[in-house]
């Protein structure tokens, strides 16, 4: 195994718990069943995407800048069910994510408020983005 691949793995089994804990916090907000699967599925795709190029990076280190490069190029070219729906699905997913982040100490305000902020300005370009052959780059 490449040390690539060490390290993919090594970030993999990090970011699990955090999944778990994400799915636990669904649960007890109420939510259907079906939506906190979807919540999680969503950002668990995202999690791809941090170790798919270098430098790779732990679901607690995303910033918004991993948002807008996820939402804005990697998710319309890699993922074949991307629309506009999905598309809204993912932001509304991020916006709930970032937020259990910050509740549970994880990041810092900042960063959820960064994510927050990137999310309100680039959505009209991430949902063109779906539509496009290429992205808005």
């Known amino acids: 195994m490449s040390d690539y691949d060490q390290e993919v793995e090594k970030i993999r089994a990090y970011n ?5 804990e ?11 069943p079906k ?6 599925e969503n950002i668990d795709f995202f999690t791809e995407y941090l170790v798919y190029y270098e430098p790779l990076s732990k679901l607690d280190d995303a910033d918004g800048g991993d948002v807008q490069g996820f939402l804005g190029s990697w998710f319309p070219r890699k993922a074949m069910w991307a629309s506009k729906s999905s598309m809204r699905s993912n932001m509304a997913s991020f916006r709930k994510f970032f937020r259990f982040l910050q509740e549970s100490g994880r990041i810092d305000d900042e960063v959820e408020d960064d994510v927050r902020e990137t999310l309100k300005e680039r959505k009209d370009r991430f949902l063109e983005a779906v539509e496009l052959d ?4």
């Open 16 to 20: 699990q718990p955090i999944l778990d």
């Open 22 to 32: 994400f799915q636990s916090w669904l649960e007890k907000s109420g939510l259907a």
């Open 35 to 40: 939506t906190v699967k979807n919540h999680v």
């Open 134 to 137: 290429d992205t808005y780059w």
